[in-house]
Every structure is written in C-alpha cells, then in structure tokens.
C-alpha cells in the first residue's frame, strides 16, 4: 500500500501527462504545387515540404506563401487526447491536483495532427506584392494578356498605376523564375520591372540573377546602386530591407570577381596599329597590364600590330582567381 501511494503520488506532482510528451512536436507540412514558403506565426520555417514544431496549447497559424498563387491561410488543427485527460484525473489526489492543472495549460492533453497539407489557388501573393514595395493594383495595365511584358521602356500615355500594376506581374514573374533556378529568364523580368517603375527590391533581384548566371561585374555595380541610392522619407521597409540585404550581398560577391591581366610583348608602346581583341571584342589598349574585373568563362584574346604575326592566347576565368594572358607577337 505504501508503495503504491508513493508511485501515485510521484506521477501526480510530476504531471502523468507532461512526463511522456513535451509542449511542442513536430507536424510534416506540405504545399501543392512544393516549393511555397512555410511561416508558422511570424517565423518563417523553409519552403516546403517541411517538418516545423509546432505548439500544443495554443492557436497555431500557418502561412503559405508562392509566387503565381494566392496566400494560403490556416490553423493546425489540434483534439483533445481524453485517454490523457482520464490519466490526469484518475492519479489526482484531493488537494494535490497541481499536475492537473499544469497538463491544462501546458497543453499536454493536445494532439497535433501528423501532416498539414495545403493547396494553393493560382493568383497573386499579397505578402510578395507588399514584399515588393508596389502598390496592389486593382485592375491590369491595359492592353497587358497573361504574362507577357513589354521589353522597352514605358509607352507615351501610360499612366503611372499601369507602369506599377506592368512592374508588379513582371516582379512575380521574375520570382517565380527565380525560385525555379531559371535567373536567365528571370534577370529579363526584373528588368523590365525596374524600367516600368525603379524600385530597390528589383535591383535586389536583378544583381541576384546577375551574379547567379556569372556576370559578376554588372551584379557588383547594381549593388553599389542599389546600397548607395538615397530613399525618399517614408519609403517602404521593403526597399530598407532591400538595401540592408543588398550591402551584405556586395561584401559576400567582392572576393568571388575573378580579374584578366592582358600583357604584350614587345612593350605596346614601340608598336604601330596596335589592335587587341577579347573574343571578338576590341579591347582598349589603355587597359594593358591593368588587372580589370572580369566576368567568368572562356576568353581567346588576340593582339596583331604592323609588322607582326598575329597572337592568340585563351584562357578560363573562375572565380575568385586573378588570370594573365600574355601575347608575344613575332615578326
């Protein structure tokens, strides 16, 4: 009887319930189509799927984010574990029932579901669209079908909430491209984003897909814009939070730009006519010697001047790794 007593009394002022499971457990969470982006409350857990903790003893909402497709909201749904709920009583001595109460508020009686599962609905993002600093427009620029964008700029006559409705579906555009790993087709979107209404989070973007398809040089300049240009007062904090992003971004990508040395032999200022191309391209010749930034990929440098063979060096430029390309021209 003792030995009873003491094991009843252990496991009521231990709490029967709290002992075997913890505030929190884990929920898989899945979206259809995948990739869209998880929050729980205001933490942002990852693109899904995904496996986030949730709590027990409280209201749990979910929110599912995906360029293309209106925001999903909703609440895990939780149910009572009565089984739990007879323990906790049945081991309650009079006068001792603080597990009782600990159960109740810790929510250890709750069940959460094992899997959360959400279809999206195809349409427009509130939370990208504010994300993006633009205004949520009300109508469609006019004259714009489905997701082509025009290429140039802005046409005469286009009032200024069609430039920002066209800037608005060529920014998701660019998004959903983007999370897609497609940056080529993605650069041109946020391009013509910016054209039809200059804005700090295309710039983001666009020196994002810039760097992410190797042009190093133009995406180190679209930072320096970018984190340099002065915000007018009361500006979004989607284009502060751009800013901050780009800076850090710009420290990361300055050490990754390879640079091209070109050198000629003899000494190019005892030639005549001297002409240096860079596949294809004429190359300065005020350039020679200078270690000049350079984007990655192959290069067949060539030099031929008055009196001399022409020459021909090639050489591939990773990142992060200065090159020199000497030609020695014979005659």
Not at 53 to 58: H, L, S
Not at 59 to 69: F, L, N, P, S
Not at 256 to 263: A, K
Request: charged residues 20%.
């Amino acid at each position: 009887m003792r030995t009873g007593f003491v094991i009843v009394l252990s496991l009521s002022l231990c709490s029967c319930a709290a002992v075997f499971r913890g505030t929190k457990d884990k929920v898989h969470i899945e979206s259809t189509p995948p990739g869209a982006e998880v929050s729980i409350g205001p933490r942002v857990v990852g693109p899904a799927p995904v496996d986030a903790e949730v709590e027990r003893n409280a209201t749990t909402q979910v929110k599912i984010v995906k360029a293309g497709y209106e925001d999903n909201l909703g609440n895990v749904n939780k149910s009572t574990n009565a089984a739990w709920v007879i323990l906790d009583v049945v081991t309650c001595i009079p006068l001792l029932c603080i597990p009782l109460i600990i159960d109740a508020v810790t929510g250890a009686w709750i069940d959460l579901p094992d899997k959360y599962t959400a279809t999206l609905k195809t349409g427009t993002s509130k939370t990208l669209t504010e994300a993006s600093g633009l205004p949520n427009p009300t109508a469609k620029p006019a004259g714009s079908g489905g997701t082509a964008i025009p290429t140039g700029g802005p046409p005469p006559g286009m009032s200024e909430s069609e430039k920002k409705a066209t800037a608005r579906a060529a920014y998701l555009d660019g998004v959903a491209m983007q999370e897609q790993k497609n940056c080529a087709e993605a650069l041109t979107r946020f391009e013509t984003a910016q054209k039809y209404f200059p804005a700090p989070t295309h710039q983001l973007h666009i020196a994002q897909c810039q760097a992410q398809t190797g042009k190093l040089v133009e995406a180190q300049e679209t930072y320096e814009s970018l984190v340099h240009a002065t915000l007018e007062k009361g500006a979004p904090d989607a284009f502060k939070q751009a800013q901050d992003d780009g800076q850090k971004e710009l420290t990361a990508l300055r050490p990754r730009i390879p640079t091209l040395r070109v050198t000629v032999t003899p000494d190019a200022k005892g030639l005549s006519q001297l002409i240096i191309k860079s596949n294809g391209n004429p190359y300065p010749n005020e350039l020679l010697g200078i270690a000049r930034p350079t984007n990655l990929g192959h290069y067949k440098v060539t030099a031929w001047a008055a009196g001399y063979k022409e020459a021909t060096a090639e050489v591939d430029v990773a990142e992060a790794s200065p090159k020199v390309v000497e030609l020695k021209l014979a005659k």
